[in-house]
């Protein structure tokens, strides 16, 4: 199976990310899906898409579970099957995987998947609580824990052994915000400076609010097919070649490290091995940014770098758009936004312009290899693809 | 008794409102399992038994919690902490008594409990431990 294409994927769409006031997650979903469909105008949605499987969160948001079946009649596909994944953060990154799944099992031949989240309708403490349901109950919120609480816990412990640096966390920020300026379809579109990011109000130390991603609404879709029948619907697929999937403790405070996730290196370990390529040979990347210390703990268990050298790395401008590695050209989820259903195909949308030549003021030139990182929770789920030309 | 109590979340806080901090130890692979739970999750065994945990601990990481969820805004701003056990398993929760400015990785802490839990008909009603500065 070493990087051999295992799907292709053929289009792709994006709604507009940010506050969609007046819309519902369905009429986003659908906003994403008329892309993907007139972007690839020799598929007949509903003649050759075999199925949908569709990545949301929380059924909280709108009330509304049983999620599926709605998003395929909202996007024209009924009849087709479809089926609703959720895995938090990661839960279109997990409708990935389980559409390259159907896909390998000759089942079906076109696979949509997509994901979606309507978040800004309600209260931010509202908006909190229900992010919050993917961290463990008993011990995690009943004890007072939030999400960037979480996620300053692993800050402060990857400081205090690594000497990371605040300032370091900040220019994950002011590197994601400039590429967001890039990204018409960014929630936030506006640059920040360090002393903007160090200066806004914390939320939980060491994190402040420009350390922390977006509360967003938005939708994400693609189009996956047997490899051998890419060429049928464009001239210009792009393969998905390795797949990586970790699990982890629900609790953070029950895992072995305080400063890496072990579901994103045996993400890692699986879908570099399957693609038979090395952090080296990665010419882009998405990874998961909830928070500017995720995005650095991400560039360690990724192997773009050493263990506790994530901090020089982003000194480094190693992952500007620029560097040697661009990380999150989209503007991540910190500028382009997290609509958290829908971020993991977002991300696979970023990395398909980008190898098709398409992300405009933000293309990297000559990519070849892409690579997507999505987190769910704390990181007790991690799912990672990697694609290529 | 305890030993018969059955390896569930809501009998871990029914100790925790007696003022005990307890854990499931397999008499198998000597696990001791934080949260409880009926199979040890290393070697899968079922024969298990409740063991109360000293309650002291080293700090390993913290975090001063400003934004909070509801039910805890009216403590905000407040320290939130995982702390090591020592007997090696680790916790998560509030630390009360100790200013923010002195919190330090590594310093030495001690579970206490909140068992004034005021009635309501809400689900849990579970009681609440916490960690404080360890007097020696």
Partial sequence: MRGKPLAAVVSAGLSKFGRRDGFSGRELFAEAALEAFERCPNLDPKRDIDALIIGNMSESFEHQCHLAPIMSDWAGLLPAPSIRVEAACASSGAAIRYGLFAILTGLYDVVMVGGFEKMTHRTTAEATEYLAMASDFPFEQWNGATFPGLFALMATAHMHRYGTTEEQMALVAVKNHHNGTLNPKAHMQREVTIEQVLSSRVIAKPLKLFDCSLISDGASCAILTRPEIARKYTDTPIYIVGSGHGTDAIGLYERDSLTSLDATKRAAKEAYEMAGLGPDDIDVAEVHDCFTIAEIIAYEDLGFCKPGEGGKFIESGASTLNGELPVNTSGGLKAKGHPVGATGVAQLYEIYLQLTGQAGGRQVDGCEVGLTHNLGGSGATCIIHIYRR | ?136
């Fill in chain 2, 1 to 136: 008794m305890s030993g018969e109590a059955p390896f569930t979340i809501e009998q871990f806080y029914r100790f925790v409102s007696e003022k005990k901090l307890m854990g499931a130890k397999c008499n198998e692979c000597g696990k001791i399992l934080l949260p409880p739970r009926p199979i040890c999750p290393k070697c899968l065994s079922r024969n298990l038994s409740w063991v109360q945990l000293k309650n002291r601990g080293k700090l390993l990481t913290y975090t001063i919690i400003h934004v909070a969820p509801e039910r805890f805004q009216s403590m905000a701003p407040y320290a939130l902490g995982i702390i090591e056990l020592e007997e090696g398993v680790r916790l998560l929760g509030v630390i009360q008594g100790v200013r923010h400015e002195d919190l330090r990785v590594g310093m030495s802490l001690e579970v206490d409990f909140d068992t004034n839990v005021p009635a309501s008909p809400a689900w849990p009603p579970w009681p609440r431990y916490f960690f404080k500065l360890r007097r020696e």
